[in-house]
């Protein structure tokens, strides 16, 4: 068997709830598709702590019952999902703890699935997923459809920035990994991103536009892709009171999506030369 470190390392806290079951089936999914060896935990407290370079994260989950008889069940239920598409499941057991009640997990990983608290809502703006875990967390961050369904494309969202080269370049390597298609959906200034993709390689599938008032651009986008876009912007007030195009993304789209924040980013380029 080959070694579990010659594989991109994949993170899943598992939520046992059937909304959970489906967020799991999608990052097996994604897991089977890049290669990538899934690590699970399943939470034995209703929050822990994640301690990055700059910045400690506490990761809420919401209360439940988090028994040990609750977690056995649990673990067995997420290894027969991985085990459907061939996967080995191997659970992270925590060994240190900020508190009793506080575990501390891990934080070097390649991707990680955001885990969403049970009583959020999808269209409302999620602290967590969108802004906490993708400003400082170096590798992308994963955020589930509601519904697992496989995805047949990868799309890109590039604004023509330099931030954004980074997430190309990572949709790029997915789409090669995963033997997918690759469209490019474009935003703000069209001349600012055909020059910025002057010197890309060919393999992009439909270069999409993103619009307003005309017509209805979000029907452009593939209802079954995977969509990669850079997830940050300015301060937290503004991300957090303020319209934004990862909101109205998150809000309009069904889709899966992988937010590359500065960070991973960081690491993206770095790799990359």
């Excluded at 977690?71 to 999902?81: F, W």
């Excluded at 934080?107 to 400082?136: E, F, H, I, N, Q």
């Excluded at 301060?235 to 889709?255: C, G, Q, T, V, Y």
């Excluded at 590359?260 to 380029?269: F, K, M, N, S, W």
């Amino acid at each position: 068997m080959e070694s579990l470190e010659l594989h991109p390392r994949f993170f899943h806290v598992y939520q046992d709830s059937p909304r959970g079951r489906e967020a799991l089936m999608q990052s097996a999914f994604f897991c089977r598709m890049l290669g990538a060896a899934p690590v699970v935990y399943v939470p034995e407290a209703p929050r822990f702590l994640m301690y990055f370079e700059n910045r400690v994260v506490q990761v809420d989950l919401g209360e439940e019952d988090w028994g040990r008889a609750g977690r056995s069940a649990a673990a067995a239920r997420a290894a027969e999902i991985l085990a459907d598409v061939g996967l080995d499941a191997r659970f992270l057991e925590v060994r240190h703890r900020t508190t009793p009640a506080l575990p501390d997990i891990p934080v070097d990983y390649d991707y990680m699935a955001c885990p969403v608290p049970l009583d959020t809502r999808l269209w409302l703006y999620s602290d967590l997923g969108m802004r906490k875990l993708p400003a400082v967390a170096p590798f992308p961050i994963f955020i589930p459809a509601v519904v697992s369904r496989p995805w047949k494309s990868i799309l890109c969202c590039h604004g023509g920035t330099k931030s954004a080269a980074a997430v190309f370049s990572l949709a790029q390597n997915l789409a090669r990994e995963m033997d997918l298609p690759l469209d490019l959906l474009g935003l703000g200034a069209r001349e600012i991103l055909d020059a910025s993709l002057q010197k890309t390689p060919k393999g992009i599938r439909h270069f999409l536009w993103l619009e307003k008032g005309k017509g209805n651009p979000w029907m452009e986008v593939p209802a079954d892709a995977l969509i990669v876009l850079a997830a940050w912007g300015g301060s937290w007030i503004r991300e957090a009171l303020l319209p934004s195009f990862k909101k109205d993304l998150r809000r309009r789209l069904p889709s899966p999506m992988l937010f590359v924040g500065p960070q991973a980013a960081g690491e993206i380029t770095s790799s990359h030369g």
